[in-house]
């Protein structure tokens, strides 16, 4: 896994965005340590909440920072696998976070969310929460 890669999760833009903590630190952190990335997925979840509310909140700007990766043949190939996986074992996170998950393994890169303990259901797929990037990165 590259360490100096970060992929984004709406919950924790959706912080930033609102400046509730502790994800608008997290984002202020990741931005400034990490290259930066989002999914497709989250793209969607972000730019469709903006849509229901009817409201800009600079989520162009902010996603303009961010490489976005692509929901691809080799993500749906493993979000298939990953989401069997969960539902034998009745720990299912719902398809849209199955595919982010997918994508962030597919890239090899970990996932910023305040969702930890719904994310981590996933096997292999590293996963950090906002306190614990703001903890190792003063």
Known sequence: MDSSRLC???TALIDFLKGREPGASAVDRAVR???CHV???TVYELLF?????????????????????PFDDGA???????HDDLVRRNQD?????VLIAAICLTH????????????????????????????THP
């Open 8 to 10: 984004l999760d709406t």
């Open 49 to 69: 909440g903006v849509a229901r509310a009817r409201k800009a909140i600079g989520e162009e700007d902010l996603l303009g920072l961010m490489m976005v990766l």
């Open 76 to 82: 749906a190939r493993l979000a298939a696998q990953l």
């Open 108 to 135: 090899d890169i970990p996932l910023l969310t305040l969702n930890e303990r719904h994310f981590s259901r996933v096997r292999d797929l590293v996963v950090i929460s906002p306190s614990a990037l703001i903890a």
């Open 33 to 35: 340590d990490y290259a």
């Open 39 to 41: 999914t497709a997925v």
């Open 93 to 97: 996170i719902g398809v849209k976070d």
